[in-house]
């Protein structure tokens, strides 16, 4: 195992590099505990990936600016700077797929990720193939954002919301609102189906891919979305839910969202 020195002589672990064409995509992983952060290490590295491992929050933080990282794997109980706390600040710097991988599975501490802006949640008793799969998934979404379903269609604009699909922004009542990556591929479905309900499995598959099986995922940041658009979350009035349906983007007629 090679190591390579950052900023402030923090040791980075990083794989053996595989013969490519292309550049590598980078993967940030910060996990504490050196075995697994070996095993992660090689996983990423046999399948072509540059991966950078480091043992805590604020070596991560410093790593990130040295190594530009194209996805983030952050365990939550960290030593220093947890990975909740990282995971917000890459969050306002960058827009990369990030995964937090730990060993907490319960619901509080999955939509505390979420809140902070996580795009995927694996718990420690996944395979690796299953993480590796997750990885891939993450970094397609983020490579391969979704396109109008007309190409004459360059925004989308009711009385609350404009979407700009050639610049990837979105503007609610004229001010910038940040979504996540998956946050934005959500909206921007749901406004290109407005009125259309679309089932949960479906947007699953379509913005997380086949690899993923759980339609808690949608909910998760569905809810993360809400806050973000409408004036009560609580009480959606753009993006609200059809049982038996799925999920639609109801047009506003007036500019409060009602």
Known sequence: MQLIEIAHAESVETGWQKPTRMAADKILIVEDGAELRRALTGLFADAGFEPHGVADG?????AFYSVQPDLALLDIRLPGLNGLELCSRIREMSDIPIIIFSGIGDTKEKLEAFSRGADDYV???ASLDELLARVHAGLRRATKPPQ????SN???QDAVIHV????????????PVDLTPTEYQLLTILVQNVGHPIRADQLLRRVWGPEYSTEDL???????L???IEVDAERPKLVVTRRGFGYVYVRPVEADGR
């Not at 109008?148 to 190409?151: I, S």
């Not at 699909?165 to 004229?174: C, K, L, W």
């Open 58 to 62: 604020d070596s991560a933080m410093r």
């Open 123 to 125: 718990v420690k008793t």
């Open 148 to 151: 109008p379903q007309e190409a």
């Open 154 to 156: 360059e925004v989308y």
């Open 164 to 175: 700009d699909f050639a610049r990837s922004t979105v503007t609610v009542h004229g001010k």
């Open 218 to 224: 949608v909910k998760w940041h569905i809810r993360h």
């Open 226 to 228: 809400r806050r973000k």
